[in-house]
């Protein structure tokens, strides 16, 4: 039923932002050279690797790491970058990702293919069995501003109590985040 959910909200997502996609892309190849996707290696349901597309909002020659490891993230962003992020459209292209099955809705966010702490302590709470999300509960409770001890926490709490509703109510809480712009700190 959650497949079902996730793929048809996905596509009819898809169909009415297509305009919003165009200009975004538009947007993003104007303003830094560079491709408009940035596809970044994640980890997915049980641990297997995946290719995950985001409006490119960092510049071609970013260190392929958590923007919070990096010295001065600000100095890598494209013009447009932080804009993208504060208002969460980077995160479109991620539809297509939904539409394949690599991602739902709502999970836990994907890990990048190297952050070991972060997945190996979700390994340990079973987390890794979920199919990562466009958001989750971890994103409506601190999104990049949470610890990854914490994240994880929040994360596992999702996993015992995830369900349909408890879903839907992560959706609408995550639209209040974005529309507010809560919890982005880069």
């Known amino acids: ?3 079902l959910f996730d793929f048809s909200l996905a596509l009819l997502v898809l169909i009415l932002t297509v305009p919003l996609l165009a200009l975004v892309a538009l947007a993003v190849r104007l303003t830094s050279p560079g491709p408009v996707l940035y596809w970044s290696d994640r980890v997915g349901k049980n641990n297997k690797v995946f290719n995950m597309p985001k409006f490119r909002t960092m510049c071609t ?8 490891l990096l010295n001065d993230p600000d100095c890598y962003l494209t013009p447009i970058g932080k804009f993208l992020r504060k ?17 739902s809705f709502v999970g ?3 890990a990048l293919f190297n952050q070991d702490d972060l997945v190996a302590l979700r390994t340990e709470k079973g987390i890794h069995h979920l199919t990562p999300g466009l958001t989750g509960w971890a994103q409506i409770n601190g999104r990049d501003e949470l610890p990854i001890p914490v994240k994880v926490e ?7 109590k995830h369900s349909i509703l408890f879903d839907l109510k992560i959706l609408i809480l995550t639209g209040i985040k974005v529309l507010r712009r809560d919890g982005v700190s880069h």
């Open 108 to 110: 836990p966010r994907p």
């Open 1 to 3: 039923m959650k497949r």
């Open 61 to 68: 020659n970013t260190p392929a790491v958590a923007t919070h």
């Open 87 to 103: 208002t969460s459209l980077d995160e479109l292209p991620q539809l297509y990702s939904i539409l394949k099955g690599d991602m």
């Open 154 to 160: 929040y994360d596992a709490y999702y996993l015992k």
